[in-house]
């Protein structure tokens, strides 16, 4: 379905955005990985994913703290097929402090690369996509798009934004072949959640025990959302059914925000 197109994942080196790497290069897109620590198993996952289209996979390793590493990454991207044609601004960090205890380096950080981030590239994504009157943003926001939780003050305001700026580029847009929409997870199992589970299991705990509080506490499926399951949604979005599907948050976090 997606033959020909690339697709630029940001922060797609583990975890979610490593789940929608894989589902797109089995469509046949071209991929663009990004995010630091190991390359070589993220790349190889996604090669072999998407063997049978012959598909190519690059990475880049922009700072998404940084316009002019983004600005590069941009570019590089757009030198496989001539343009970058789906863009998913997956990429985040998280810090969990009170308002008043907030360091304030890290309320900068995760703005900058959970929020920030996303403007540029879209930024510089956008005119080609218009040109060729196609094009597929999708941001990974969360349900704390939507809802809030203590302590995580800078990335409730940061996903928050997003889904706002999601909605900005849609309306912006919505007369062309371009679309723009939000993806809003609720638990999944990253190794960011995983730290969490291992935290509460600490000093001789079930780890069992503690995966399922942890879910109990806020959605009500008691299962996992899996980075899998993210990619086909992301799939989808790029697909003909969802050409009117514009400026979305929607909703995958087993009941988070129907309660």
């Keep these: 379905m997606l033959t020909g197109k690339t697709a630029l994942v940001t ?8 789940g929608i790497a894989e589902a797109m290069a089995r469509q046949g897109a071209n991929i663009v990985l990004n995010g630091f620590g190991d390359v070589d198993g993220p790349r190889n996952r996604v090669q072999a994913a998407g063997a049978a289209a012959g598909i190519s996979v690059i990475h880049h390793g922009a700072d998404m703290s940084k316009p002019g590493e983004i600005a590069d990454m ?28 907030f360091p304030v380096e890290k309320w900068d950080a995760i703005i900058a690369i959970n929020l920030t981030s996303a403007f540029h590239t879209t930024r510089l994504a956008l005119p080609a996509m218009r040109a060729a009157n196609w094009g597929r943003i999708v941001n990974i ?29 849609a309306l912006e847009t919505a007369t062309t072949g371009v679309t723009s929409n939000a993806i809003c997870p609720g638990w999944v199992l990253t ?33 996992f959302t899996t980075p899998e399951q993210l990619g086909e949604l992301t799939v989808f979005l790029c697909s003909d059914a969802a050409v009117n599907v514009r400026g979305v948050a929607w909703q995958i976090d087993g009941g988070w925000t129907a309660q």
């Design 191 to 223: 190794p960011l959640v995983q730290k969490q589970i291992d935290a509460r299991a600490a000093n001789g705990g079930d780890p069992q025990q503690a995966e399922r509080e942890l879910l109990g506490e806020k959605q009500p499926s008691l299962q």
């Design 141 to 169: 926001a969360s349900t704390h798009g939507l809802v809030a939780s203590p302590q995580k003050s800078a990335y409730v305001a940061a996903k928050h934004g997003i889904v706002g700026f999601t909605k900005s580029v």
């Design 11 to 18: 922060g797609s080196t583990s975890g979610i955005g490593l």
């Design 74 to 101: 941009m570019a590089t991207a757009a030198k496989l097929t001539g343009r970058v044609d789906i863009l998913v601004n997956n990429a985040g960090i998280q810090h969990v402090a009170n308002v008043e205890d």
